[in-house]
């Protein structure tokens, strides 16, 4: 029985910087690929990023150079640390875990809650 549970969300000024976490119970990051991704008000989820179990790291074009994923094996926790944010960053952002990770919904087994992540000045 494997969960997901997302955390860290919150308001935010554009310019400024937030990391939110994601935490497997019921299994480690060990056994998955772990992936980020993110759906605003009125629009299709998109990926933001992933992390294989092999350590191959892919982010969209659109987070680029300001979001990093990262992984603690000891809490069985992975990252997503959000810099330089803008308010077209504002969504409900979700962390999903897979056995090979990709850049759709359907590669992904098992997804968390959710974390509202809202830039506005």
């Known amino acids: 029985q494997v969960q997901l549970v997302e955390s860290g969300g919150g308001l935010v000024q554009p310019g400024g910087s937030l990391r939110v976490s994601c935490t497997v119970s019921g299994g480690t990051i060990f056994t998955y690929g772990m992936g980020w991704f993110r759906q605003a008000p009125g629009k299709e989820r998109e990926f933001v990023g992933f992390a294989s179990r092999g350590g191959i790291i892919k982010y969209a074009d659109s987070v680029k150079g300001r979001f990093t994923i990262s992984k603690d094996f000891a809490k069985s926790t992975v990252y997503l640390q959000m810099n330089s944010l803008k308010p077209e960053d504002t969504a409900v952002y979700y962390c999903?875990?897979?056995?090979?990770?990709?850049?759709?919904?359907?590669?992904?087994?098992?997804w968390g809650q959710g974390t509202q992540v809202t830039v506005s000045s």
């Open positions: 999903a875990a897979a056995g090979v990770v990709g850049v759709t919904e359907k590669d992904y087994a098992h």
